[in-house]
């Protein structure tokens, strides 16, 4: 029974010791040394063997899967300013996974690309539009009223109810405006449903974009255009959008704000 044992065993060596040279072909043995024989052996071929049950690159594909389950680290909190879709990837087309609301504070992680930044919503990253998320909480909006502008009301004629009602708003918030566009031949102005709010500043015009978006709901209000972007009521979750250059500082709208009405 010693000389098939021995056999087996070299054979055995020779698949441990590969690419180190032949090995020495063993010389009979008795029983005693063939059992010291297989002392030696059986630990590297066992080894071997349960080295042979694992993937070689399982530890990779650990490391791959333990990097993609791990929290992004946050850098601080910011305020959201208004609804935002939340993106599985930095771009206009990606999945949407959900609205963070107006008004809350959420973890970021400072990257940004592409004009989304990265926030950390229930321990997943994703992504919104950086421009709507601030350091400081958003103030509360000026109230509403619906007296008549003391400017007069000679704009109201021609517009939809909603549209007198957030002319009256803005004229009463905003006593520094004088000059306005309402119902006439053009565009969204044609069936009374727009008008357009001249401002003497660009610091007035965002506030007075800020003041119609705040209360959006309340004017029921279809779009917002200010200084070459765009708020419309379908794609609300993504904020202020840019729109492409229309040739002249009016044509942008970074003279004045317009608005239309539902």
């Given at each position: 029974m010693s000389a098939p044992l021995v056999t087996v065993l070299a054979v055995g060596g020779g698949v441990v010791t590969s690419g180190f040279g032949p090995p020495d072909v063993p010389a009979p043995a008795s029983a005693s040394a063939a059992g010291n024989i297989g002392a030696v052996t059986k630990a590297p071929v066992a080894a071997l063997a349960a080295g042979s049950r694992t993937p070689g690159t399982s530890r990779s594909a650990a490391r791959v899967a333990l990097a993609k389950?791990?929290?992004?680290?946050?850098?601080?909190?910011?305020?959201?300013?208004?609804?935002?879709?939340l993106r599985v990837e930095p771009r206009e087309k990606s999945r949407?996974?959900?609205?963070l609301q107006s008004g809350k504070r959420i973890d970021v992680t400072g990257r940004e690309r592409g004009g989304y930044a990265e926030v950390v919503v229930g321990k997943v990253p994703r992504w919104v539009t950086a421009d709507y998320l601030s350091k400081e909480r958003a103030a509360g909006a000026v109230g509403v009223s619906n007296q008549p502008c003391p400017?007069?009301?000679?704009?109201?004629?021609?517009?939809?109810?909603a549209a007198i009602r957030t002319y009256r708003a803005v004229c009463a918030a905003f006593p520094e405006l004088s000059a306005y566009g309402g119902q006439d031949g053009h565009g969204e102005h044609v069936n009374g449903q727009a008008i357009d709010f001249m401002v003497p500043s660009a610091s007035v015009g965002q506030r007075v974009a800020d003041y119609l978006y705040a209360h959006h709901t309340e004017f029921d209000l279809f779009d917002i255009i200010w200084s070459q972007r765009i708020w419309t009521i379908e794609r609300a979750g993504e904020g202020f959008r840019s729109m492409s250059d229309r040739g002249s500082a009016t044509a942008n709208h970074f003279d004045h704000v317009h608005i239309m009405v539902n």
């Open positions: 389950s791990r929290v992004p680290q946050a850098t601080g909190k910011l305020w959201t300013t208004s609804d935002l879709n949407v996974a959900g609205l400017d007069g009301s000679s704009i109201e004629s021609g517009l939809q109810p």
